[in-house]
């Protein structure tokens, strides 16, 4: 695996791939890899691309009292973890390589960042959408790979790339969970035993929508809600958000159907946990 820490050098080996007829595909990770990270790699790796991963942590989506110091790191971890997965490139470029220290330009997804997680993260998502960006523009990728388990990111990036004419694809790829039903997350390592298990009543509220939209056809949002709720109260979290939208809107619905979710954000003590169920 050959890995690339400045610009212009994962240009030129992207840029020997695509002279080679490679298609070029892009996961960009924030690192502390696991294998939700994983499967975005595989896939990648099944649709027959030279694929970059990037590990960056990006200090611009972070709010001023978040994580950003503390976030988990292990780059030797994650270059073992990359190898075994095959990867072709890892690009880790420093902050300084990333943003010159004159940066001024942001891109903001308006109205669909300033929803859900948007209230609780102001100028989160505009910082996403600024790195990706720019990974979009020193990679050039063919296709780029994200989770289902940020599905307002994904919704917005895919939102982003629209807009702004990028020339790619954006390959949505389902949620990897734990044994426990929890969604895998580098920030996961954050929580305790005894937090871990308040916080798989999340996964279990959304598994049990699931079952009551897909076995018992029930559809309308306020049942649905309920239930939730009724089973988020069970353990001592506070619940942020829950939510049914247009998984392109981001707008409310009443109803699940085709092309609607359930977003969700609790907080146990001071960890922040987010996960959805969606119907694509
Ligand atoms: P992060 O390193 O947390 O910024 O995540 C990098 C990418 O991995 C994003 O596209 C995430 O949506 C995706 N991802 C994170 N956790 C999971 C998971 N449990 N299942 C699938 N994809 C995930």
Redesign the pocket.
Known sequence: MLIAEKKLEIKEIVKNARSEGRTIGL?????YL?K??V??INRAKMDGCFTVVSIFVNPLQFGPTEDFEKYPRDIERDIEILKQADTDVAFIPSISEMYHNTHLTQVDVSILSEKLEGVFRPGHFKGVCTVVAKLFNIIRPDRA??????AQ??IIIRKMVADLDFNLEIVP?????EDDGL????RNVYLSDQDRKKACVLSKALHKIRKMVELYKITDVRILLEESKKIIETENVELQYIEAVDLETLKPVTSIKKNTGILAAIKVGNVRLIDNVIWE
């Open positions: 996961v960009p990770t924030m690192g696991h939700g990270h499967s975005l790979y994200f989770g289902w388990k940020d990111q994904l790829v389902p949620t990897v969970r969604a895998a997350s580098s």
